[in-house]
């Protein structure tokens, strides 16, 4: 078997095992960047020793680019209020009457939520937007 052919079997292996692996990250698929680039060095007719430092040099490069792009953006929302995970972000309810222990029953989505106010908040009667979700429970601010 020629060595492009294993470096391109072991750039597919990449790929797939960045797939089924369900992390979410993509530093399999930098890595096998550096296999087809490997691949790619041998069809160029590079020696065996040049493959592997083609391999190493474009995989660590690409990790190392991504993981400074990932450093200059800002973090995003935590699960519980990211609107691009959780649908209900930004949905409007209306509280009728707050309870004594800081909590409401609102009526969303056709049943009973509870309801709470975004910590400093008032509560206040009147439309809410919701703003996080805990559990079952809906944290919401006044609009």
Do not use: C
């Not at 990211?82 to 609102?106: F, K, M, R, S, Y």
């Amino acid at each position: 078997m020629a060595s492009s052919t294993v470096w391109w079997l072991m750039t597919g292996a990449a790929i797939v095992l960045e797939l089924i692996s369900g992390t979410g990250t993509v530093y399999l698929l930098l890595i096998g960047g550096g296999f087809a680039a490997a691949a790619v060095s041998t069809h160029l007719g590079a020696s065996l020793g040049t493959q592997f430092i083609v391999a190493a040099v474009v995989s660590v490069s690409a990790v190392i680019v991504w993981h400074a792009i990932r450093r200059r953006r800002p973090p995003g929302p935590p699960v519980s209020a990211n609107p691009d995970v959780n649908l209900d972000i930004g949905e409007h309810v209306q509280v009728d009457a707050w309870n004594a222990d800081g909590t409401a029953l609102v009526r969303y989505r056709g049943t009973q939520w509870t309801a709470v106010a975004r910590a400093g908040d008032v509560p206040a009667a009147g439309q809410h937007r919701v703003v996080e979700v805990v559990g079952s429970r809906l944290v919401v601010e006044k609009l």
